[in-house]
């Protein structure tokens, strides 16, 4: 027997009325949908030709359009979870350190109101450190802060503790957060290199770098948490102060579960 001239035809597909007619060797695009309740028949995958237009079936939620490209949908798959679990918590939680952070600040805002501070009496001890570090670049700063300090010790002694309540009161109450944070750790680190002179002198026996050097990275860590994005005053502040906004914490939107 003689072969035929042509070659078989390739078999089609006849399992799908939009498909008769096709080979099975057409470059297959896959259109997945999601269905976030009632599952319906016409929500499964299916071989389409290419680059045809894919209609979403009614009441599915599209995810991908090919498995080589993933959309921004199926990225957000992974983080959805994290989100709506830890979001509002992390944001309370935030906000309930800043509170507390605020606290400590008002305890060490009180002492300094305290007569013997606020009369200046004790600013000459606590400036002193001067004549124990000698290090340099370090000696002329403490020297800087020793003659500005001592200048007016009364008024320089005034000057801290309203600067000290005002920053313990706007941690509180999340006042002008992102600029409080900020100003805390600026005020931190003054205290840090100015009255403990960075815990100068080493010795053997210290144990660590003095409590000021915490506050800044307290400071900052609650900047970067966003922690006067809710139970703040800045939620009712931020849409009034216009182009100063960024003075206050960023509206983040938190996701309950």
Not at 143 to 152: F, I, K, R, S, W
Not at 199 to 210: I, R, V
Not at 218 to 237: K, N, P, R, Y
Request: glycine residues 8%; charged residues 10%; hydrophobic residues 50%.
């Amino acid at each position: 027997m003689m072969p035929s001239a042509n070659p078989p035809s390739k078999p089609m597909l006849r399992n799908n009325n939009s498909l008769a007619g096709q080979p099975l060797n057409a470059v297959p695009d896959i259109a997945v949908w999601m269905i976030p309740s009632d599952p319906e028949p016409t929500c499964q995958p299916r071989c389409v030709r290419w680059n045809q237009n894919l209609d979403q079936p009614k009441g599915c939620t599209p995810v991908s359009a090919t498995l080589d490209a993933p959309s921004a949908a199926d990225s957000s798959l992974s983080t959805t979870t994290r989100s709506v679990v830890f979001g509002r918590r992390w944001l309370h939680g935030a906000a309930v350190v800043r509170i507390l952070f605020g606290a400590l600040w008002a305890c060490d805002a009180s002492f300094k109101w305290q007569p013997g501070f606020i009369h200046g009496q004790t600013l000459h001890d606590e400036l002193g450190k001067v004549t124990q570090v000698h290090t340099p670049v370090i000696h002329q700063w403490l020297a800087l802060t020793h003659m500005v300090g001592m200048a007016n010790p009364p008024v320089t002694a005034v000057v801290i503790a309203i600067i000290e309540t005002l920053a313990a009161l706007a941690l509180v109450f999340g006042v002008l957060s992102n600029a409080a944070f900020v100003g805390s750790a600026i005020l931190s680190f003054g205290i840090w290199s100015g009255a403990e002179a960075f815990h100068l002198p080493f010795h053997s026996g210290m144990t660590d770098l003095g409590p000021s050097v915490g506050y800044i990275f307290a400071s900052l860590a609650l900047f970067f948490a966003a922690a006067g994005s809710t139970w703040s005053v800045d939620s009712w502040l931020r849409p009034r102060l216009g182009a100063f906004a960024w003075l206050a914490a960023p509206a983040v939107e938190a996701r309950s579960a």
